[in-house]
C-alpha cells in the first residue's frame, strides 16, 4: 500500500506563486512516477505535471508549461509542484497520484493511488 498527502495550497492572486508537496509512505518500489492532476469544479480531472523517480525525467500539460516545475527529494519521499504565475483559471483541487510503472501516462487511470487533494484558489 502507498500513502499520499499533499500539502501546500491556499488562496492567492494573479500572478503569485505556491509550493504544494506531496508525500509518500509505505511500500517502496524501484521504479515509480508521480503526478500531479487537478479538478475544477464541473470538470474532469485534467494532467498537470508527472516525474519519473529514477533520471527525474519530467512532462508537463501544455496548459502550465514554463509556470510549473515538478520536481522531487528522494531522500524524503517527497515531490514538489512549484506554481508560478497562477492565473485564475489554474484554480482546482490539486492531487497527487503515484504508479509503480516508469512510463509517465498523462491520464488518471494510468496511476492507483491517490491523495486526498489540496484546494489551491487563484483571485483575479
Known amino acids: 500500500q502507498v500513502q499520499l498527502v499533499e500539502s501546500g495550497g491556499g488562496l492567492v492572486q494573479t500572478g503569485e506563486s505556491l509550493r504544494l508537496s506531496c508525500v509518500q509512505s509505505?511500500?517502496?518500489?524501484?521504479?515509480?512516477?508521480m503526478a500531479w492532476f487537478r479538478q475544477a469544479p464541473g470538470k474532469e480531472r485534467e494532467f498537470v505535471a508527472a516525474?519519473?523517480?529514477?533520471?527525474?525525467?519530467?512532462t508537463y500539460a501544455d496548459s502550465v508549461k514554463g509556470r510549473f516545475t515538478i520536481s522531487r527529494d528522494n531522500a524524503k519521499n517527497t515531490v514538489f509542484l512549484q506554481m508560478n504565475s497562477l492565473k485564475p483559471e489554474d484554480t482546482a483541487v490539486y492531487y497527487c497520484?503515484?504508479?509503480?510503472?516508469?512510463?509517465?501516462?498523462?491520464?488518471?487511470?494510468?496511476?492507483?493511488?491517490w491523495g486526498q487533494g489540496t484546494q489551491v484558489t487563484v483571485s483575479s
Open positions: 497520484a503515484f504508479t509503480d510503472a516508469e512510463v509517465i501516462i498523462p491520464r488518471p487511470s494510468h496511476y492507483e493511488y
Open positions: 509505505g511500500q517502496t518500489f524501484s521504479r515509480s512516477s
Open positions: 516525474i519519473r523517480w529514477t533520471r527525474s525525467l519530467t
